[in-house]
């Protein structure tokens, strides 16, 4: 059985762009989770999508928005990147516990 | 409030010694689940164990034990005859409630085995 899958794996932005981070859940879970793994910060909770909808949402400003689509694929999106945007960027699914995916790691400079 | 802490930032052992990583949580609520999860230097978590707030029995599988008490707020993690490939973070978790929801993560704890 396939994991969580993420794309890209690495990729680096320059301060005020925008940038769109994606997730494939695992076949039959319907909740997405992203998380934030910045350095210094530890794991932080970003968003929680379920059946569609956003069920939940952390501490992180407007400009961290995301969805999901209907096939239960998520997308993460970050506009106006900002340097302390620079983090590994998790996302796991979880019919019960959450299993996580490789993560994608932005570099913001 | 709920928290999640890990006082050991780093541990280091060397192969084949027995290490407990510490894990105390704070909740309000009576029902709860905790895990543990293991980060490798490739930076994806794996599921290692969740226990529900009503299960306090000990766990084994395989070297892993977890120890469940509810009386000292604590889910501790017990590696026996460590092994260089058990070197990681190890994060504790924190869920409460009824339905599946984020995961309030302690800071981690690093280990590291050395031959």
């Known amino acids: 059985e396939a994991g969580v899958t993420q794309s890209p794996t690495h990729l680096i932005k320059t301060r005020g762009q925008q940038v769109t981070l994606r997730c494939s859940p695992i076949s039959g879970h319907t909740s997405v989770y992203w998380y934030q793994q910045a350095l210094g910060l530890g794991l932080q909770f970003l968003l929680w999508y379920d059946e569609g909808e956003e069920r939940n949402r952390g501490n992180f400003p407007p400009r961290f928005s995301g969805r999901q689509f209907p096939n239960y694929s998520s997308e993460l999106n970050v506009n106006a990147l900002e340097l302390e945007d620079s983090a590994l960027y998790l996302c796991a699914s979880s019919l019960g516990e959450q299993y996580f995916g490789p993560g994608t790691r932005l570099t913001v400079t | 409030a709920q928290k999640v802490t890990q006082a050991q930032t780093e541990i280091s052992v060397v192969e084949k010694e027995d290490v407990t990583l510490d894990c105390v949580y704070e909740t309000r609520d009576t029902t709860y689940y905790l895990f543990w999860y293991k980060q490798p230097p490739s930076g994806e978590l794996v599921f290692l164990i969740r226990r529900n707030s009503f299960d306090e029995q000990n766990e084994i599988s395989g070297r892993y034990s977890w120890n469940f008490q509810k009386s000292t707020s604590s889910f501790n993690f017990t590696i026996t005859a460590s092994q260089v490939v058990d070197s990681a973070v190890y994060f504790c978790?924190?869920?409460?409630?009824?339905?599946?929801?984020?995961?309030?993560f302690g800071t981690g704890t690093r280990l590291q085995v050395f031959p």
């Open positions: 978790a924190l869920t409460s409630g009824y339905n599946t929801d984020k995961l309030i």
